[in-house]
């Protein structure tokens, strides 16, 4: 009996020791908004994590697209007083005053997905998100590939450029690696180049108008998979077939695309993984174990996905990849 007692008091201690230990923190997220299936993904893993977290409340803004609503948002962090601060930027200018109020205010930033310009020039604990310029130049470089590999490269081969919301770090990055890969490709030739603000509906009408005004298209470099799967809408709409036609290279690897890609009506799509919640989890519960981060961006690890698999591409860093079969992974996609 006494060593029951003895036993159960040991237990008693042990639980209200882990309770001290484990500090309560209140997390606050300003998000871009929904405009994506990789966006919807990327809230639901990190609210997500955050929530399941013992002890860990979730501060939680959708600004709606609006940098206005994501300063609000930030300054109500402040007043709130919460303990950490997620911030990813609509667009990559104009934080330079708030994010210095969330300085002034001591409350550890993590920057995630689209970085500030100036992240120089603020204080940050860690930052995590997408590598845009290798994203936009494994598109095109795919793209180059793809059709060599098809003996078109005797072609001039028309390309339009479906660009994400203008000004964002992912726009800006993903052009950037676009052009760059199209400047190792020759017989690739850029017709136009567009937003499509990121959004299915938008990809849709700038398609169709493409469809209108150009004489060709050969191919769609899509900066998000939302996007190409509104183009592909309007292709159809136009009477010509989407992945044979006109070849369509997406970004994210969203669920919807792997579809298309083993449907036939798509090509290829790189991924970015919105898969973010463990690694914020895993930045916080660090930082408060005392670690320090260095403030280079940590980018994921991440793929490219196609119809046949086995196309080798350069990186723009100077490595290469090789394109990985949809159909062969679609069960385990996560998103
Ligand atoms: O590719 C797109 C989304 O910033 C990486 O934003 C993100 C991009 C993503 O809407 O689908």
């Not at 196309?311 to 996609?333: C, F, M, P, Y």
Request: include cysteine; charged fraction near 25%.
């Amino acid at each position: 009996m006494k060593k029951l007692f003895v036993f159960a008091m040991l237990v008693v201690l042990a639980i209200s020791c882990v309770a001290v230990e484990a500090k309560d923190l209140t997390i606050a997220f300003s998000q871009i908004g929904q405009e994506s299936d990789w966006r919807t993904a990327n809230t639901d893993s990190v609210n997500g994590t955050i929530e399941a977290h013992e002890g860990w409340t979730l501060v939680y803004d959708d600004a709606q697209q609006k940098q206005e609503n994501q300063i609000k948002a930030l300054r109500n962090f402040i007043t709130q007083g919460v303990d950490y601060i997620l911030f990813t930027g609509v667009v990559e200018t104009g934080w330079d005053e708030v994010l210095k109020e969330v300085n002034e205010a001591e409350i550890p930033l993590i920057l995630l997905d689209r970085m500030p310009s100036c992240a120089d020039q603020i204080d940050y604990v860690a930052a995590f998100g997408g590598d845009f310029v290798k994203e936009g130049y494994r598109q095109v470089a795919w793209a180059g590939e793809y059709l060599k590999s098809l003996g078109r490269d005797g072609e001039d081969v028309q390309v339009v450029i479906m660009e994400g919301t203008t000004g964002s770090g992912a726009q800006v990055g993903r052009t950037e690696g676009n052009l760059a890969a199209m400047e190792q490709y020759p017989f690739l030739k850029l017709a136009a180049q567009q937003s499509g603000n990121f959004t299915r509906a938008e990809g849709q009408a700038v398609m169709e108008s493409w469809l209108k005004s150009l004489d060709k298209i050969d191919v769609l470099i899509a900066q998000n998979d939302d996007m190409a799967l509104g183009a592909i809408d309007a292709i159809k709409a136009a009477g010509l077939v989407p992945g044979k036609d006109i070849i369509i290279v997406g970004c994210d690897s969203v669920k919807a695309a792997f579809d298309a890609i083993v449907a036939g009506e798509m090509n290829c799509t790189v991924e970015c993984t919105p898969l973010y919640g463990p690694t914020v989890e895993s930045f916080i519960e660090r930082i408060e174990a005392g670690e320090q981060f260095s403030k280079e961006i940590v980018h994921p690890e991440e793929f490219v996905y196609d119809m046949d698999g086995g196309i080798v591409l350069a990186d723009n860093d100077g490595g290469s990849t090789t394109s990985i079969k949809a159909a062969d992974v679609i069960d385990e996609r996560q998103y």
